[in-house]
Nanobody, 123 residues
């Protein structure tokens, strides 16, 4: 099991940027693929992006392609989500999650979750 903590959320204007951080502790972080998900009020949790153990393979949702970039630094036990060209539609609670094995684009594949960080984008 790995413990995850998100940070970096907050308020941004449309067109602005935020960088989310997912810090891990516990078991060897480099064993885990990591995904970012988001959940809007009253909506299901939605896949945003994921990265494999080495950082050499990533995947992202069509809605964020070209705007969001996922990366990781295993020496710091950290995964980042750089969010550019933000839109009001990006407003949500953002969660990071970890799993052993290959990256997956759905939440049920991930075992360990952080508590989430709120991102609010104003128009």
């Amino acid at each position: 099991q790995v413990q995850l903590r998100e940070s970096g959320g907050g308020l941004a204007q449309a067109g602005g940027s935020l960088r989310l951080t997912c810090a891990a502790s516990g078991r060897t972080f480099s064993y885990y693929a990591v995904g970012w998900f988001r959940q809007r009020p009253g909506k299901e949790r939605q896949f945003v992006a994921a990265i494999n153990q080495s950082g050499g393979s990533t995947d992202s949702a069509d809605s964020v392609k070209g705007r969001f970039t996922i990366s990781r630094d295993n020496a710091k036990n950290t995964v980042y989500l750089q969010m550019n060209s933000l839109k009001p539609d990006d407003t949500a609670v953002y969660y990071c999650a970890a799993r052993l094995g290959a990256i997956r684009g759905y939440d049920l594949a991930y075992n360990d979750w952080g508590q989430g960080t709120q991102v609010t984008v104003s128009s």
